[in-house]
């Protein structure tokens, strides 16, 4: 079930944004936050890179910094009009991540932030899949999301961060096991650091 806060922050994303601001604080601000899937991804200019559920670009501004072929993809028309709007130097679909209208093996790289907790565990599982067809080999896929806090101080944290503003999806994921089922996919080099006293993890794996 949806919160009140869920759907405010859907109708105002200032809200949510503020919200995810302060709490950034716990991995070093803002910035950091957002470009910690990318530490140590090689990116050149000429990298096809795909922001998978790109929302308003929030990730999208700072890898078109990096290349020159950056595609931002996202379900929603609304999220595809403000990152049209705030990083027009990237490409933009409409679409959903479990059925990508791109070639097999037109990226390099594949990015995804804080997206997977939005979706059932039967889309989940289509869309790794579709990020490994759409990889090209030896390609990287990086994600950010919500983790199990191994650090019990930071349970209470993101259990409220949870209950106003997710479904039980999230819940869900944290229950599972990224790094098993990307390797049951395909993927290969799966390595998992943990933020924020476990309650984030970042996930780098190659095809």
Known sequence: MATILRDLS???PWLYN?????????????KR???????????????????????GGQVTRYLVQYSDQVTGLDASPWAVQRAKGNVPQAD???ALAEDMPFSDE???VVHTSVALHEMTPPQRQKILEEVYRVLRPQGVFTLLDFHKPTNPLFYPGLALFMGLFETETAWQLIETDLLAQLKEVGFKNC??????GGSLQVIQAQK
Not at 191 to 196: I, N, P, V
Request: hydrophobic share 35%; net charge negative; proline share 4%.
């Open 10 to 12: 859907y109708r105002y």
């Open 18 to 30: 503020t919200i995810s601001t302060v709490a950034a604080v716990a991995v070093g601000g803002e």
């Open 33 to 55: 936050f957002r470009q910690l899937p990318l530490q140590n991804v090689k990116i050149s200019k000429d990298t096809p890179v795909l922001d998978l559920c790109c929302g």
């Open 92 to 94: 933009y679909v409409e």
């Open 106 to 108: 037109q990226f390099e």
């Open 191 to 196: 390595d998992r650091t943990l933020y924020a």
